[in-house]
């Protein structure tokens, strides 16, 4: 028998309890052992809840009891979560993770300290809530050289960008709504100013590599700056407007790893991503393109996905589930090297100023009043940071273009 103990009785928590409660039968079979809930940790009391019994508020009553094999994390941040992991691995106990922010933080200390304690640290909700991708990155693309992860990784901003984009919104405007749906928090910054992304990038850039991509040293821009106008632009052309997590593989000992917004394609399989949907496209040398989606948020998907890892530690009670990631910092190109197109937006009388300056691209006619758009042909970052000075404040707003 495994016994489990949850730390954090939130919305992924009471998922996890309810995943194994409902489930119970078909998890205990692919465990092949009977899985069983035996704490909830958390500082609050639940009268009236179906688990109330299970519910504790001393760590130490978890951490000192040996019937406890494994243990799911689901509060969040990087402080008490992260000196409760320690002390579980420590102790031989599996530890189950959505904490995107504590993997991407500390993710190759506490898979170090699984390993020496025979354990295991296994994180597949902290990307892409329950569409599997980490064990796939690890697992069956293993013979893989991987070159390429893209995807969209946020369905909070997802959500902001299709409703702009099908009903003409304005930013602000949608982004009450998402708050108002709980989609968003009431302090959205980690969304929509990409943070979220830019962790999920770095820890599946991460395991690419085997090497750590530090998240804190990824360019990151979020989705505030864009507009009804930039969408309006975007639909005549062609395209619509998604913000993307991209690691490319720049020779043998680099990586591109970057969060940006992007004009695509409408054709392209992510265009025709909506709402809190994501998508995650894997390129390997050998296998091509591969392409995950589902929920990418919510509390039973995510919940569902610690669940398959509670499955995974209670199938290697005593043993350690390798991780291909060691602590070794990842050599990072600077995106200032890189290229791109990009959609310049004007003032209406500064068309022929950017056509002048960066000849050879495209006139896009949004019929908006007063601008005009335009889409460069492949220029460096370098470049195009000389042509934005130059335009000053003629030039209202940039996007790349995914080519």
Request: one cysteine or more.
């Amino acid at each position: 028998m495994v016994k489990v103990a949850v730390l954090g009785y939130g919305t992924v928590g009471s998922g996890v309890v309810q995943v194994i409660g409902d489930n119970g039968d078909l998890v205990s079979k692919k465990s092949g052992t009977e899985v069983t809930v035996k704490y909830i940790l958390d500082l609050r009391d639940f009268p009236g809840d179906p688990y109330e019994n299970l519910v504790v508020h001393d760590f130490n009553t978890i951490l000192e009891d040996p019937e406890i094999n494994v243990v799911c994390e689901t509060m969040g941040g990087v402080g008490a979560a992260y000196n409760f992991t320690k002390q579980c691995l420590a102790a031989g106990k599996s530890v189950c993770t959505s904490n995107k922010e504590l993997v991407a933080k500390h993710g190759p200390e506490l898979l170090e300290i699984a390993k020496a304690n025979n354990c295991s640290y296994l994180f597949e909700a902290s990307v892409g809530g329950g569409i599997p991708i980490i064990r796939p990155i690890m697992d069956a693309l293993s013979a893989e050289k991987i070159e390429r992860i893209l995807g969209i990784l946020n369905g909070t901003t997802n959500y902001i960008l299709t409703k702009m984009e099908k009903e003409g919104a304005d930013f602000n405007d949608v982004l009450k709504q998402a708050q108002d749906l709980g989609y968003a928090e009431r302090n959205p910054e980690a969304d929509i100013e990409g943070h979220d992304a830019c962790r999920k990038i770095a820890i599946l850039a991460s395991l690419m590599l085997g090497k750590t991509v530090d998240s804190e040293k990824v360019y990151t821009e979020g989705i505030t700056k864009i507009t009804s106008d930039d969408f309006a632009f975007a639909s005549k052309a062609g395209y619509t407007i998604k913000i993307l997590g991209v690691s490319e593989a720049k020779g043998e000992d680099s990586v591109l790893t970057y969060v940006s917004p992007f004009f695509i394609k409408k054709s392209h399989p992510l265009a025709m991503v909506n709402d809190v949907f994501n998508a995650i496209f894997v390129t390997g040398n050998m296998v091509g393109d591969t392409m995950y989606y589902g929920k990418g948020a919510g509390k039973l998907p995510t919940a569902s996905a610690v669940v398959a890892d509670v499955i995974d530690a209670a199938r290697h009670v005593g043993k350690n589930v390798p991780c291909y990631w060691d602590a070794e910092e990842a050599k990072l190109a600077d995106i200032k090297d890189a290229s791109f197109k990009y959609f310049v937006r004007v003032k209406a009388e500064s068309l022929e100023q950017i056509k002048g300056i960066a000849p050879g691209g495209k006139v896009v006619d949004g019929d908006v009043s007063g601008q005009a758009g335009y889409i460069t042909p492949v220029l460096s970052e370098k470049v195009f940071a000389e042509i934005a000075e130059k335009l000053g404040d003629n030039m209202l707003g940039r996007i790349r273009v995914y080519c």
